[in-house]
């Protein structure tokens, strides 16, 4: 009888483990496939449903529950943003004056936001991240367009820029592609350039920003495979469908108008803002 049990129990893991990878795998596809078409690292679909994953599924306490979304979404965009960036280098749509101009802040303020963010009250990074998430979809689904006088910032400006959108961009664990593209769109940079561009500035703003939550010392206890606050099993599965999905995201972008996907990804957005202000605890 005890071995009848124990063998259920077994079995029931097992299932549990298989649905776990498979969304992941299917998280790592669609982010993947957003982040190669818009130029979003994939970050803002990543964050909220391991965020809701973790918290209804119960894989740690709540305090802890956006803190490793955070940090594994952005260990996984290092890899999405590679795939994405690649391909977009390789078509010639990168804006490379905007690369230089902005890069060297905006890793900076990634990297204070690693060490950072375990120190806010998760109450307060849930309804920064949900605010967030409303700006960012209010921002697509009214498709903003800029005055047409305007263009890129001197260097100065631009370190400024680069600092604030690194340190909000690895504090709610994004590659900086929902700040970096509409403010390159605000410049006057074209859509699909901005795209590429915010691709390839997100390679090096994820990197360093999971690198700081992966240095930090995670005070939870858990039998996951850790490292830092980066939960690795759940990492390599949306990894692996991000690297396959990016680049087919990067080839629709240039042949599917994007307005329709836009404005029903901006629905989803404001859902899950709606979703993580909800779970703010009284």
């Not at 263009?151 to 400024?160: C, N, T």
Request: with cysteine.
């Amino acid at each position: 009888m005890i071995y009848v049990g124990h063998e259920r129990n077994n079995k029931i893991a097992y299932l549990e483990a298989i649905f776990f990878i498979s969304i992941c795998l299917c998280l790592g596809l669609s982010s993947g496939f957003l982040g190669g078409l818009l130029g979003i690292g994939g970050g803002i679909v990543i964050v909220p449903v391991l965020a809701i994953y973790f918290s209804e599924s119960e894989r740690y306490t709540p305090d802890v529950v956006l803190l490793i979304a955070v940090a594994t979404s952005l260990a996984c965009i290092v890899f999405t943003s590679a795939s994405a960036a690649l391909a977009q280098a390789r078509a010639n749509r990168v804006n490379f004056t905007a690369v230089k101009r902005l890069l060297p802040s905006l890793v900076l303020g990634g990297f204070i936001a690693g060490y950072v963010a375990p120190l806010v009250a998760i109450n307060l990074l849930k309804i920064f991240f949900a605010l967030f998430l409303l700006t960012v979809a209010s921002v697509m689904f009214f498709q903003w367009r800029p005055l047409p006088n305007r263009q890129l910032p001197g260097v100065f400006a631009a370190s400024l820029i680069g600092g604030v959108a690194g340190f909000v961009s690895a504090l709610v664990g994004i590659a900086g592609g929902n700040i970096l593209v509409p403010t390159l769109t605000y410049f006057n940079v074209a859509t699909h350039n901005a795209t590429a561009t915010a691709s390839v500035l997100g390679l090096p703003l994820a990197a360093v920003g999971a690198l700081s939550y992966g240095l930090s010392e995670a005070d939870i206890d858990t039998s996951t495979k850790m490292l830092g606050w980066i939960d690795l099993e759940a990492a390599v599965p949306i990894i692996l469908g991000a690297i396959v999905a990016a680049p087919l995201g990067v080839r629709f972008a240039q042949r599917v108008p994007a307005i329709t996907l836009k404005k029903i990804f901006a629905g989803a957005l404001f859902l899950a803002s709606l979703r993580m202000l909800a779970s703010v605890s009284a």
